[in-house]
């Protein structure tokens, strides 16, 4: 599973994305279900925002949560105490689980950042019973991430760099409407249903928000830890003005719009 998301620290990934990923993780549950006894697979678990939100509302009976990179597992695995859950290195392209194994296999925010989404779906829906339910999670990056939106319409107006870069995140099939419905039908599943959820991407100032850009993780960190001194600081200088809109520098709630698709395996 080739990844475009830039993973490098795990602290570095609580501060920019794991926050808001706590949030989403309960509303996306309520729409991809889990029942007690289960055996679930989670696709992508990063630092374990939905991990260890199943482990606090589900009696499942076991759960294997994997990650492509080394250094989100480890962080995951250090805050584990669940007997019931593994978790473990994996490639979502290529799941190393017999057949009709698990009941639900689930993956939030995760399939915008793998090369290959069809192929992690079709994985999912392999590894899965007939019967069960394949969900995943993924951003509206092109119309409902009003952050995500602010940092590439102001880098790409300073870079020409950036819009090739704004392109990628914002652009992919896969996060458009109707871009997990396509894939989950595309692979077979039934009964296939997408909806928005909505959270709030809340900051205490602007450091709260540019701080963590400055960190070099995920594509946004990434791009800003490649600029040189004067580049960046143009960045932020550029950036906090979008930030506060001709107010004072203070709190901020931001929109975050993420799409959520289930589909059950057929056969049953």
Known sequence: MPSMFNARDADSYEHMMGRWSRRLAPLFLEHAGAAAGERLLEVGCGTGSLTFTLARTVAFAELTAIDYADVYVAAA?????????????????????????????????????????????????????????????????????????????????????????????????VVAPGGLARLFSAAGLADVDERSLLVRMEHADFADYWGPLLRGEGPMGSYVAGLGETERARLERHLRAAYLAGAPDGPRSFAAVAWSCRGVVPGS
């Open 77 to 173: 695995r250090a805050k584990n105490r669940d007997p019931r859950i593994r978790i473990e290195h994996g490639d979502a392209a290529v799941l190393r689980f017999p057949d009709a194994h698990f009941d639900r296999a689930l993956s939030l925010l995760v399939l915008h950042f793998v090369s290959e989404p069809a192929g992690a779906v079709a994985e999912m829906r392999r590894v899965t019973r007939p019967g069960g339910v394949v969900a995943a999670a993924v951003w509206d990056a092109g119309g409902g991430m009003t952050a995500l939106r602010m940092f590439w319409d102001t880098a790409a107006m300073l870079d020409a760099a950036a819009v090739d870069q704004r392109g990628r995140a914002m652009s992919k099939a």
